[in-house]
């Protein structure tokens, strides 16, 4: 059984993705800095030892800071003491990082593989304990010799955040960029609000970094957030009619909604077709 991946992407970051069966990657990324490391989400958790992983790389102390707060990228947080996230993401967070939400969705995952449903009964991380520290758009974390830059993209969720690692010049898009947005939950803002995120993100790098997300171990194409600009600029004017109906396999709350996809080169953004523009405007 293949637990994790593994791909050192610069000389301080390595990539390291917790396998859920023989395909699903949850990643998480650690960066290690002169005097501390920090990891970059905290996977799903599903065979309890993510922070046995970390220890490979570095005796530093160790914070995670958190893209957002869905189960797969806040599943280990129990094994670390220090926990960074929006607050704008803290009602999730408190439902998400519980073992038994957790626990929902992997059953889901891997209901056709018992070997790796025993692997999460036996060593799903239990509950975090739900404290954490404020991270907020512009803030700089300084890990010595290692700066990540917090960059706001509300739309996945209302506090979903990339981080820029300065020296090494490569962005951590988690969930909020990547080459299937899901923006149609009832947090997520508009179509219309997130295309305007994306493009003051756009604003905000300068198109030389390289573009990492949570569910791959290699690196984005460097005009995903363009392609992605472009494909809700035809979902706002209306060229809708080839976007099929997306079905969604886990246990979450689709109710009232009308959920779709819409291709873009190596990519489909899944929205939800009664959201394009923020209501009461
Ligand atoms: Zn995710």
Same mark, same amino acid.
């Given at each position: 059984?293949?637990?994790?991946?593994?791909?050192?992407? &610069?000389?301080?970051?390595?990539?390291? &993705?917790?396998?859920?069966?023989?395909?699903?990657?949850? &990643?998480?990324?650690?960066?290690?800095?002169? @005097? @501390?490391?920090?990891?970059?989400?905290?996977?799903?958790?599903?065979?309890?030892?993510?922070?046995?992983?970390?220890?490979?790389?570095?005796? *530093?102390?160790?914070?995670?800071?958190?893209?957002?707060?869905?189960? =797969?990228?806040?599943?280990?947080?129990?094994? $670390?003491?220090?926990?960074?996230?929006? %607050?704008?993401?803290?009602?999730?967070?408190?439902?998400?990082?519980?073992? !038994?939400?957790?626990?929902? =969705?992997?059953?889901?995952?891997? @209901?056709?593989? %018992?070997?790796?449903?025993?692997?999460?009964?036996?060593?799903?991380?239990?509950?975090?304990?739900?404290? $954490?520290?404020?991270?907020?758009?512009?803030?700089?974390?300084?890990?010595?010799?290692?700066? *990540?830059?917090?960059?706001?993209? %509300?739309?996945?969720?209302?506090?979903?955040?990339?981080?820029?690692?300065?020296?090494?010049?490569?962005?951590?898009?988690?969930? !909020?960029?990547?080459?299937?947005?899901?923006?149609? $939950?009832?947090?997520?803002?508009?179509?219309?609000?997130? *295309?305007?995120?994306?493009?003051?993100?756009?604003?905000?790098?300068?198109?030389?970094?390289?573009?990492?997300?949570?569910?791959?171990?290699?690196?984005?194409?460097?005009?995903?957030?363009?392609?992605?600009?472009? !494909?809700?600029?035809?979902?706002?004017?209306?060229?809708?009619?080839?976007?099929?109906?997306?079905?969604?396999?886990?246990?979450?709350?689709?109710?009232?909604? =009308?959920?779709?996809?819409?291709?873009?080169?190596?990519?489909?953004?899944?929205?939800?077709?009664?959201?394009?523009?923020?209501?009461?405007?």
């Amino acid at each position: 059984m293949e637990k994790y991946r593994i791909e050192k992407v &610069g000389d301080r970051s390595v990539i390291i &993705g917790e396998m859920v069966g023989e395909k699903s990657m949850f &990643g998480t990324m650690l960066v290690v800095g002169d @005097r @501390r490391a920090a990891l970059i989400d905290s996977g799903i958790g599903i065979s309890g030892d993510l922070d046995r992983q970390v220890r490979r790389y570095t005796q *530093l102390p160790v914070i995670v800071v958190h893209t957002h707060s869905d189960i =797969d990228h806040v599943g280990s947080d129990a094994l $670390f003491d220090e926990i960074y996230l929006s %607050p704008l993401d803290a009602e999730e967070y408190s439902v998400q990082s519980t073992h !038994a939400e957790r626990m929902k =969705d992997i059953a889901v995952m891997v @209901r056709d593989d %018992p070997a790796w449903l025993k692997n999460a009964e036996e060593h799903m991380v239990g509950d975090a304990s739900g404290r $954490f520290s404020p991270l907020s758009d512009g803030q700089v974390i300084d890990l010595g010799g290692i700066h *990540l830059e917090v960059i706001a993209v %509300p739309g996945h969720s209302k506090g979903s955040v990339c981080f820029r690692n300065r020296e090494e010049n490569y962005i951590h898009l988690g969930d !909020a960029i990547c080459p299937v947005p899901w923006i149609w $939950f009832t947090r997520c803002p508009s179509v219309e609000t997130y *295309l305007q995120n994306v493009r003051e993100f756009q604003g905000r790098v300068d198109g030389t970094e390289t573009l990492y997300c949570s569910h791959s171990m290699e690196a984005l194409p460097k005009n995903i957030a363009e392609r992605i600009e472009h !494909a809700c600029e035809e979902i706002l004017s209306g060229q809708t009619k080839q976007d099929q109906p997306f079905e969604i396999e886990l246990t979450m709350d689709v109710a009232g909604k =009308d959920i779709r996809g819409h291709v873009f080169p190596d990519g489909l953004l899944v929205y939800d077709s009664h959201h394009l523009r923020e209501r009461g405007k």
